[in-house]
């Protein structure tokens, strides 16, 4: 079983700068990629970026340029958003997705998911 917890929310001014963070907790053998998804007021959770276990980025088309997502040595997730917009503001949930292959052993395919961070972006 895996937890994981975000930190970093805040409310920030069109314009500003915020860092989220993410730590996974348990046994994180299987974990492969970690990620930052966001869910708005009445609209569906959608992907922002992640970040393989190989180091491998990928950016929604809606923030790439202004956020960068890293995760260091021990799996703790880093998305640091510059320029915010108030486009931005949602909740912003980190998942870990277990599904490494470690050598003959294919970990269970599952997504773990915070409980999420508000993010709001004033004009």
């Known amino acids: 079983q895996v937890q994981v917890k975000e930190s970093g929310g805040g409310v920030v001014q069109a314009g500003g700068s915020l860092r989220l963070s993410c730590s996974p907790h348990g046994d994180i053998t299987c974990i492969s990629g970690m990620g930052w998804f966001r869910q708005a007021p009445g609209k569906e959770r959608e992907l922002v970026a992640l970040v393989s276990d190989g180091g491998y980025t990928n950016y929604s088309a809606s923030v790439k340029g202004r956020f960068t997502v890293s995760r260091d040595e021990m799996s703790t997730v880093y998305l640091r958003m510059n320029n915010l917009k108030p486009e931005d503001t949602a909740v912003y949930y980190c998942?870990?997705?277990?599904?490494?292959?470690?050598?003959?052993?294919?970990?269970?395919?599952?997504?773990?998911w915070g409980l999420g961070t508000q993010v709001t972006v004033s004009s």
């Open positions: 998942n870990a997705h277990s599904g490494r292959l470690i050598g003959d052993y294919a970990c269970p395919e599952y997504d773990y």
